[in-house]
Each structure stands twice: as structure tokens, then as C-alpha cells.
């Protein structure tokens, strides 16, 4: 039976139907429109193989926490403290298991000890909570649907990848654990010239929409292919930490007043 997380209003998952769509820019981005728009967040990593938050927020360990025990513990009380960067507060198995340690493979145990992981963290009191789920519907996705009470989730796809949320098995993974779907951000949308900001439209339109009508998904915003975009996050700086105006984060800041107005 899902349960809510104490202290944390609204449980929001960021999830894609396959990897490489830009997700978790995306959810780093959000996650600082939103505090900057004077909601307390928080951002836990649930990709437990390539956790890149941590090296998104420009923060990283080098070795795994000596006494990380994550099951079978007798104390349930939150233990691990949450890293403060950039207004967020952020948790990311990046920082539990060390850049060069290996983790387990047996699904059943990385769904628990993710769900586990995620209650441990001493959150504190928060608006938002999101969670960068790892592509595709398998754990830890399951077990955080069936332990973790989620209000909203938020599907990152391109242009190209539109099509594949109706086989993806992400919206069914979603809707048979009762989770609303706010709707899809559409990532690299289209490119912003970098000499002189025109939108070229790089891929075909029609075939996009249709997509979203089967599904009834409601689009919340486009975010476009962007130089600043991609430099800024592969070195530690956000665009939406690094730049205070624009179209590029205009567009984030919109997405984010949206998914407010839907969790309120
Ligand atoms: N809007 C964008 N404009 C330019 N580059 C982008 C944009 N979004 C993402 N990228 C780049 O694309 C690459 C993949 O992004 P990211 O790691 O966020 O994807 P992901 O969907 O989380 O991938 P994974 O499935 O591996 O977790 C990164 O190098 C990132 O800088
Ligand atoms: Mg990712």
C-alpha cells in the first residue's frame, strides 16, 4: 500500500518511456524553477545505474558512505541527510555508493532498497519532492509505485519518442498504480539558433500530435535544443542556476507554473 512521505506535500515522478531524452535536465531544471518560485524542493535520484543528478548539480564523492545500510533496520527514523545545492535539497545514490563501486543487479532488492533509501533521507519539510525515475518499468520504478504515495508524473519524451509513450509501457505502469499523469514535456523540441536565437523546426509535426490526442495527454510545454542547455548541465550549472532571463528558461518556468497550478 503506498504510503505518503512525512513533511512532503506534493510526490512528483519525472519518468520517460526510454532513456537519452534529456530527463533528467529536465527534472533539474524544473526542480530549480520551482524553488525559485519560492517552493521548498527536493530531488532524490532513484537511477540507481547512471545516477547523473549529483554531477548535474556539480556535487560528487568519491567514495561509497562507510556505514550506508539501507534494509533491515531496526530504527526507522530518517538518517541520511540530504545535500543543499542550489536551493534543492537532493539525494542520489551517486553520492551513497561512490563514482567507482558497482551495485547490486537482483531487481527485487534495488527496488527495495531504493523505496528504503527514499524514506531514510531527513527530508524536512517540502512543497515538491521529485523523483528522476530511471527509464522504462522496471525497478526501482515498481516497488516506489506500490510503497510511495506519487500525486503526479511528469513524461519527458522528443519529438521523435512521442509515439513510443503509446506502446512505452510507462503510461501503463502509471495508470495501474493510479497516478495521474500531469502531462509531457516535450524535450529538444526544436533548436534555438545560437547565432541569432531563430527556432528551426528540426522535426515534422504532425505525427506528434496525434500521439498526444490518443492519449489524451495534455502537453505541458516544449523545451527547445539548446547549447546553454547542454553545457550548462554536464558542467554542474543548471541553466536555470546560471541564468537569471531568456527563452530557454522561460520555457522551463512556464512548465513549472503549470505543474503548480496542477499541484496545487
Ligand atoms: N534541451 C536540451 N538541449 C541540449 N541538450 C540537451 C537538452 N536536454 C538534454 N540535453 C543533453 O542530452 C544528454 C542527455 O540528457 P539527460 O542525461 O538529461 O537524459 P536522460 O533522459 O536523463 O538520460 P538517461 O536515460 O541516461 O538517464 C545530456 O548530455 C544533456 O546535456
Ligand atoms: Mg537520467
Not at 87 to 111: H, N, W
Amino acid at each position: 500500500m503506498p504510503r505518503p512521505l512525512p513533511g512532503v506535500g506534493k510526490v512528483l515522478a519525472v519518468a520517460s518511456g526510454k532513456g537519452g531524452v534529456g530527463k533528467t535536465t529536465v527534472t533539474v531544471n524544473l526542480a530549480l524553477a520551482l524553488a525559485q518560485s519560492g517552493a521548498r524542493v527536493g530531488l532524490f535520484d532513484a537511477d540507481v545505474y547512471g545516477p547523473n543528478i549529483p554531477l548535474m548539480l556539480g556535487v560528487h564523492r568519491q567514495q561509497g558512505t562507510q556505514a550506508y545500510v539501507p534494509i533491515a533496520r531496526a530504527d526507522p527514523k530518517p538518517y541520511i541527510e540530504p545535500v543543499f545545492r542550489y536551493g534543492l535539497r537532493m539525494m542520489s545514490f551517486g553520492l551513497l555508493v561512490g563514482e567507482k563501486d558497482t551495485v547490486l543487479s537482483d531487481p527485487p532488492l534495488i527496488g527495495r532498497m531504493v523505496s528504503q533509501t527514499l524514506r531514510d533521507v531527513i527530508w524536512g519539510a517540502l512543497d515538491y519532492l521529485m523523483i528522476d525515475f530511471p527509464p522504462g518499468s522496471g525497478e526501482p520504478q515498481h516497488t516506489l509505485l506500490q510503497t510511495v504515495q506519487i500525486d503526479g508524473a511528469l513524461l519527458v519524451t522528443t519529438p521523435q519518442d512521442l509515439s513510443l509513450l503509446d506502446a512505452g509501457r510507462s503510461l501503463g505502469m502509471f495508470h495501474g498504480a493510479s497516478v495521474p499523469i500531469l502531462g509531457v514535456v516535450e524535450n529538444m523540441s526544436y533548436l534555438a539558433c545560437p547565432h541569432c536565437g531563430e527556432r528551426v523546426e528540426v522535426f515534422h509535426h504532425s505525427e506528434r500530435s496525434w500521439a498526444i490526442q490518443d492519449q489524451a495527454l495534455e502537453v505541458l510545454g516544449h523545451v527547445p535544443m539548446d547549447l546553454a542547455i547542454s553545457r550548462g548541465i554536464d558542467a554542474g550549472h543548471p541553466l536555470l542556476q546560471a541564468q537569471p532571463t531568456g527563452p530557454q528558461v522561460d520555457a522551463f518556468r512556464q512548465i513549472a507554473g503549470r505543474i503548480r497550478a496542477k499541484l496545487p
